[in-house]
């Protein structure tokens, strides 16, 4: 999902493109640990620290009425999808307001189950058993059988543009949260919007996947 106006410039299906692979795989270990094994390659744009000792987490629950569905049984997850977002409507820092960030998404009648603010904060949107409106269509590059990702995944929105970063502030809480996920057996493979649909997706916009994946290690070890 994208700023909501859902232009991406990603319509072009002549460019030629890479041969794709999830940025993140998860396995764990028999001592209880996690390796974290990545696609990415090269180092970190910049620095910055998560405290490991941290576990717990801040999550304000607002669960909406549009943009997902309930699930009939439990669901199976192991996937989350890395997505950036704002309201083009508005100008400057009011595109990044949540309340702005809630009324675009309700008026395209999507959903992912957390939004990150500029600030780090989470708001769950979605309960984790409901399948979120997130991923449209969608495909795992190694698992294309599975189909949509949307049934086994979980959405993760966080809230930046095009022309802006994403802040330490938001790298911080994203790995706090997707650690939480891996440790609770929901997280095995993370993976941007644009891996599973680059027809139609670019986002995350300005993600640095070597910094996140430091970081998630730091917090699995």
């Known amino acids: 999902m994208e700023k909501m106006k859902l232009t991406n410039n990603s319509n072009d299906t002549n460019v030629e493109r890479p041969q794709l692979r999830s940025e993140i795989q998860i396995s764990p270990r028999e001592d209880g640990s ?4 990545s696609s990415v ?7 910055v620290r998560v405290d490991e000792t941290v576990d717990a987490i801040e999550i304000r629950k607002e669960l909406v009425d549009f943009g997902h569905e309930k699930s009939k049984e439990e669901r199976s997850i192991d ?5 950036t977002l704002y309201n083009d409507a508005f ?3 009011e595109r990044f307001d949540m309340a702005n960030i809630i009324a675009i998404l309700r ?5 992912p189950h957390y939004v990150v603010g500029r600030a780090g904060e989470i708001l769950q949107m979605v309960e984790e058993n409901d399948v979120a409106w997130h991923a449209g269509k969608s495909e795992l590059p ?4 599975r189909g949509k990702v949307n049934p086994f995944s979980l959405g993760i929105e966080l809230v930046n543009a095009e022309d802006t970063e994403i802040t330490d502030e938001q790298y911080r809480s994203l790995a706090n949260l997707v650690a939480q996920k891996v440790k609770e057996g ?13 027809e139609r997706k670019t986002n995350p916009w300005n993600f640095d996947w070597a910094l ?3 970081l998630l290690a730091d917090k699995l070890k």
Do not use: L, M, Y
């Open 34 to 37: 996690f390796e974290v094994q």
């Open 41 to 47: 390659e090269g180092e970190a744009k910049r620095e």
């Open 79 to 83: 996937t989350v999808v890395v997505h």
């Open 91 to 93: 100008e400057g820092d």
């Open 107 to 111: 008026q395209h009648g999507f959903a």
């Open 142 to 145: 190694e698992d294309p059988q």
């Open 186 to 198: 929901h997280a095995r493979t993370i993976v941007s919007h644009a891996t599973i649909a680059p």
């Open 212 to 214: 996140f994946g430091k």
